[in-house]
Structures are given as structure tokens and as C-alpha cells.
């Protein structure tokens, strides 16, 4: 009779761990599922973030592109004239020269491959180097 009763006993404790132990796998596969998705609202928000920014500068460009000012300043850029202006072209003044274009510099010759390994081994100084 007392070994029924340690058979019922040890069957219910068996049940109790094995419905515990899915209860603690249901916590944690919750707790990485909510890591997850935290990660995922940071990345959200540095992205909200920085779309409010691009918005913000979008806005300001748009609000000075519709002003008369912008158009004016995008004009005197190209070199537009309205119909009935005169453009003025700035000229020297007569008799002055313009300065001489700056003479090209010459590209320096890279050295040969065989030149830099043999100065690893020997001292090339400039009088011993052959030409």
C-alpha cells in the first residue's frame, strides 16, 4: 500500500518538473524574443531620428528654393540675363599684361623595382649610382 502512494507521489512531482521546465522554456524564448525586439526599436528610432534630421534640412532647402532670392542667386551662378539687361564682363585694365601661366612642373620618374631591392643590400649613394 505505502509503495502506491510513493508512486503517486513520485508521478506528480515528475509531471510538476516536466510542466516547470516548459514554463521555463516558454520565459526564455519570451525574454529573447523581447531582446530582439528591443534591438530592433533602437535601430527604429536612430533611424527616426536621423530621417527628422534629412526632413528638417528637405524643409529649409525647400523654403528657400520657392523664395526670389534663391532664383536670383541660381541666375547670377549661371550667368543668365533677363531679357532687356546688359551683362557686364570685368575686362583688365588696357595696358596691363596678364600674368605668365605657371609652368608645368615635371612628374618625378619612379625608380625601378631593382634599384630600390639592391639599395636594401647596398649603399647607393648619388656619386656611386649608375645612371
Do not use: C
Request: aromatic share 6%.
Amino acid at each position: 500500500m505505502r509503495r502506491r502512494w510513493l508512486g503517486w507521489q513520485y508521478a506528480l512531482m515528475v509531471i510538476g518538473l516536466a510542466v516547470l521546465a516548459l514554463l521555463v522554456m516558454d520565459f526564455n524564448n519570451r525574454m529573447v524574443n523581447l531582446q530582439h525586439l528591443s534591438a530592433q526599436k533602437e535601430q527604429v528610432a536612430a533611424q527616426v531620428t536621423s530621417l527628422a534630421g534629412t526632413r528638417s534640412a528637405l524643409e529649409t532647402q525647400i523654403a528657400y528654393a520657392t523664395l526670389d532670392a534663391a532664383v536670383g542667386d541660381e541666375v547670377r551662378e549661371e550667368r543668365w540675363i533677363r531679357e532687356g539687361e546688359i551683362p557686364i564682363v570685368p575686362l583688365a585694365p588696357p595696358g596691363s599684361t596678364l600674368p605668365p601661366p605657371p609652368a608645368p612642373q615635371p612628374t618625378p620618374q619612379p625608380e625601378p623595382n631593382w634599384r630600390i631591392w639592391l639599395s636594401l643590400f647596398v649603399d647607393l649613394s648619388p656619386q656611386n649610382a649608375a645612371p
